[in-house]
């Protein structure tokens, strides 16, 4: 059970912080939910309280694991044989599991992809997706600002 003020990620969507928990009502039935506050977009999620290990819910990862990310950010990566839609599957798997070392290595391959061959609409949307996901989990954990952190990524990407 979370409590507010907790930092958390909801796979898919990102990071945020638990601003308060809400008592609604949907189709006749009264739910909790906590309502979350994203630092990228400024956006709002309700998360059912009682659907919290089902989807995967998480406590954001710790300052000193940044570095981790970081490192796999910066790793080398191949060109992919796989089809699209293999290579679209196996990196959405990624992204769904929810662990940001997965959704890392998400970004750098696509960025590299794109650089190299160009990527498709749906893999340039799923990297747009997958860089915001990062950038909502780093700048909580480091506290600090969306925007910077989102420079420090694509400088990162910029010399794979």
């Known amino acids: 059970m979370f409590k507010l003020?907790?930092?958390i990620v909801y796979p898919m969507h990102?990071?945020?912080?638990?601003?308060?928990?809400?008592?609604?009502?949907?189709?006749?039935?009264?739910?909790?939910?906590?309502?979350?506050?994203?630092?990228v977009g400024e956006m709002k999620l309700m998360i059912p309280v009682d659907n919290v290990d089902n989807i995967g819910i998480r406590s954001i990862i710790r300052k000193d694991q940044i570095n981790k990310v970081v490192s796999i950010l910066e790793e080398k990566t191949a060109l992919t044989d796989l089809n699209w839609n293999k290579r679209f599957r196996s990196n959405m798997e990624k992204i769904k599991t929810g662990n940001i070392f997965e959704v890392a290595e998400v970004v750098r391959d696509l960025s590299y992809r794109d650089k190299e061959k160009g990527l498709s609409t749906g893999e340039k949307k799923m990297?747009?997706?997958?860089?915001?996901?990062?950038?909502?989990?780093?700048?909580?954990?480091?506290?600090?600002?969306?925007t910077k952190v989102q420079a420090e990524i694509e400088c990162i990407i910029d010399n794979i």
């Open 5 to 7: 003020g907790d930092k």
């Open 127 to 146: 990297l747009s997706n997958a860089k915001q996901i990062l950038v909502s989990e780093i700048a909580l954990a480091k506290n600090t600002d969306g």
């Open 14 to 39: 990102g990071a945020g912080t638990i601003e308060s928990v809400e008592e609604k009502e949907i189709l006749g039935k009264k739910k909790r939910y906590y309502v979350l506050k994203m630092p």
